[in-house]
T-cell receptor, first 108, second 114 residues
Framework: KNEVEQSPQNLTAQEGEFITINCSYSVGISALHWLQQHPGGGIVSLFMLSSGKKKHGRLIATINIQEKHSSLHITASHPRDSAVYICAAMEYGNKLVFGAGTILRVKS | GAGVSQTPSNKVTEKGKYVELRCDPISGHTALYWYRQSLGQGPEFLIYFQGTGAADDSGLPNDRFFAVRPEGSVSTLKIQRTERGDSAVYLC????????????FGQGTRLTVV
């Protein structure tokens, strides 16, 4: 079993839909990252959170430390949101443990 | 620099050859990480530097892989006797202090071993 599990693996949505990507982890963490990766592109950090909720534009990330679960939400999705979204748990030893990623495609 | 810079962006090498991949982190960032991402998978940890020293090298797959950061800024990942299975995107990230500080990623070096 992977230490960081994401679901779904693939997600196709219609423009405007509300999107949720889930992440569960089994390791002890100091923080959790949500990252975005475009095809052929590098990785961009969207959020780093250790408790509660953060919002940036149409993106919202939440984390429940007790349940070891985090979600990334995208409101009013747009085709430019199409990318791979990766959840990464920062262990207390500082290294990131990555999920396999969720491939999101938003159709217009 | 403004961001994490990795060179080269693409590298094709023959099996058995030696390669060096370079990472130039954000100025002032003491923590530097190397990850490897195979096609269709999430990145996997290789090594973490805090300053000049490797604080955690537990992700290096075998002794063909080695990384240095002699002056606490630029890092070089070295792979000896490359194998086709080493083909992947090698990602570098840096953060201000490491623990609980945001990581910034480079664009990666795509290594293809033929």
């Amino acid at each position: 079993k992977n230490e960081v599990e994401q679901s779904p693996q693939n997600l196709t949505a219609q423009e405007g839909e509300f999107i949720t990507i889930n992440c569960s982890y089994s390791v002890g963490i100091s923080a959790l990252h949500w990252l975005q990766q475009h095809p052929g592109g590098g990785i961009v950090s969207l959020f780093m959170l250790s408790s509660g909720k953060k919002k940036h534009g149409r993106l919202i990330a939440t984390i429940n430390i007790q349940e070891k679960h985090s979600s990334l939400h995208i409101t009013a999705s747009h085709p430019r949101d199409s990318a791979v979204y990766i959840c990464a748990a920062m262990e207390y030893g500082n290294k990131l443990v990555f999920g396999a990623g969720t491939i999101l495609r938003v159709k217009s | 620099g403004a961001g994490v810079s990795q060179t080269p962006s693409n590298k094709v090498t023959e099996k058995g050859k030696y390669v060096e991949l370079r990472c130039d982190p954000i100025s002032g960032h003491t923590a530097l990480y190397w990850y490897r991402q195979s096609l269709g998978q999430g990145p996997e940890f290789l090594i973490y530097f805090q300053g000049t020293g490797a604080a955690d090298d537990s992700g290096l797959p075998n002794d063909r892989f080695f990384a240095v950061r002699p002056e606490g800024s630029v890092s070089t990942l070295k792979i000896q006797r490359t194998e086709r299975g080493d083909s992947a995107v090698y990602l570098c990230a840096s953060s201000l202090k490491g623990q609980n500080t945001e990581a910034f990623f480079g664009q990666g070096t795509r290594l293809t071993v033929v």
